[in-house]
């Protein structure tokens, strides 16, 4: 009972500075609605917790309960040694078999099984988790609340940044960034998905406001908060971006003339960086990297044996590997999901959410502006963005339930790009949601 009533107690802050700080005043979308998305978040999260609770029941390798349970183990070292605690949230000096024999290998997930050398991005999840537990007390439920609300900041900064393109379609727009089933479950529980919205929302706020003008100290400290969350979490994520945000942010600055060019000369750059980088920095050789993780998908798979595993062969070496490999890693992203149809209701909401996913392509371009109205640089860099994350998903993720999840922060964009290609007003003719 007190672990409930905690829990309401903390909805109920959230939903009180929901009604009082000016960031959650939006354009299109009033307090009522942000508030009733939490609520939906926090139902989302709770709903993911009784299917990792009473059907997939492997506390060890679920990721909800996983990063909570290391996450009280660190905490654990407040009380008697606030020092190691802060040396480990802090990541300082906490390298050494003084905290491996007394913490880490306590933990199941700090030291992971597939580690590639890189920043590894459960140390973030273990510490948010520690650190929420300084206000749960233990109750789970809390971090799942805390959670939402970091989740519903993410993805209400990528509104308000998409919202000022796309006028009078708020609920339009709304509904294509909150509520896809992946995004709203995935990013209402303390999961990555959440915090890497969280990082990607603020970072994309303060920089499509740089583009409009000058941007304050503030708005650069945000900024640089947002890359630092996203760096720590899925670095892939932002790779994808970047490039196309590069393009975007020429083109609002010299004009939409040779928008395609642009967006050619830019991606150029990057794959010219990726491949000459490694001559320059050592250890640095993204190629390789990409075929290490799916030889660590596959055998992740072998050893859990999901029923999701789509039976593909592995890529060959090399960067031809990747490009050969490219229809296939298309077909993984984009059209695997309708393999799992009859494979339980995930699988089928799975299956629903992507024939929603490409059924809209052909509905918006049924109902499209005219070519001159449309705004290419944005509809380019949604695209680019969605193709780029799109292919890093599907040459390295065979298993279908993994693929849902990692392409999640692509459909935002997707929904951004089909509303900038349809015609406002037969939009609101074909079919109304309705005022919000």
């Known amino acids: 009972m007190a672990g409930i009533l905690l829990t309401c107690g903390y909805i109920a802050l959230f939903l ?22 939490f609520l939906l978040k926090v139902l989302a999260g709770t709903a993911l917790w009784g299917i990792y609770t009473f059907h997939y029941n492997d506390r060890a390798n679920s990721d909800i309960f996983k990063f909570f349970d290391d996450g009280n183990v660190m905490f654990s070292a407040l009380p008697a040694h606030p020092g190691d605690f802060l040396r480990m949230m802090l990541g300082i000096g906490n390298d050494t078999p003084y905290f491996t024999d007394h913490y880490y290998a306590v933990m199941n997930n700090w030291h992971q099984r597939y580690d590639t050398g890189y920043y590894n991005d459960a140390h973030t999840m273990i510490r948010f988790n520690a650190l929420v537990r300084l ?27 998409f919202i000022r393109f796309v006028p009078g379609l708020g609920p339009w727009l709304a509904a294509g960034v909150f509520l896809w089933p992946s995004v709203l479950f995935w990013s209402s529980a303390p999961l990555k998905e959440t915090l890497l919205f969280f990082g990607l929302g603020i970072f994309l706020l303060q920089v499509f406001r740089a583009m409009e003008g000058r941007l304050p100290w503030r ?7 947002g890359l630092l969350v996203q760096l720590s ?23 939409n003339n040779r928008v395609a060019l642009k967006f050619l000369c830019t991606h150029a750059v990057a794959l010219a960086v990726v491949l000459g980088l490694p001559h320059v920095v050592p250890h ?5 990297l990409i075929h290490q993780k799916q030889r660590d998908m596959f055998g992740l798979a072998s050893a859990t044996n999901p029923s999701s595993f789509i039976a593909v062969p592995a890529m060959e070496p090399g960067l031809a590997g990747l490009v050969n490999y490219v229809p296939r890693a298309l077909y993984l992203t984009f059209l695997s999901p309708f393999t799992q149809w009859n494979s339980g209701i995930l699988g089928l909401v799975g299956a629903l959410e992507n024939a929603v996913l490409l059924l809209l392509v052909p509905i918006a371009l049924w109902i499209a502006r005219k070519r001159t109205l449309i705004p290419m640089p944005l509809v380019l860099y949604c695209a680019a963005f969605c193709l780029l994350l799109g292919l890093l998903v599907g040459w390295t993720t065979p298993v279908v339930g993994a693929l849902l999840r990692y392409r999640v922060p692509l459909l935002p964009f997707w929904s951004l790009a089909l509303l900038l290609i349809a015609d406002p007003n037969r939009l609101r003719l074909s079919f109304s949601p309705g005022k919000t």
């Open 233 to 255: 979490l899925k670095s892939y994520v932002l790779a994808s971006m970047l490039p196309g945000l590069v393009a975007f942010w020429w083109c609002r600055r010299t004009g």
């Open 219 to 225: 708005g650069w400290a945000i900024m640089l908060l």
């Open 16 to 37: 009180y500075l929901i009604g009082r700080c000016s960031f959650f005043r939006v354009e299109e979308l009033n307090r009522k609605t942000v508030g009733a998305l």
């Open 284 to 288: 640095t050789d993204v190629i390789p």
């Open 135 to 161: 206000f749960s007390f233990g109750v789970y439920h809390v971090h799942t609340v805390f959670a939402a609300f970091f989740g519903l900041v993410g993805l209400l900064a990528i509104y308000k940044a």
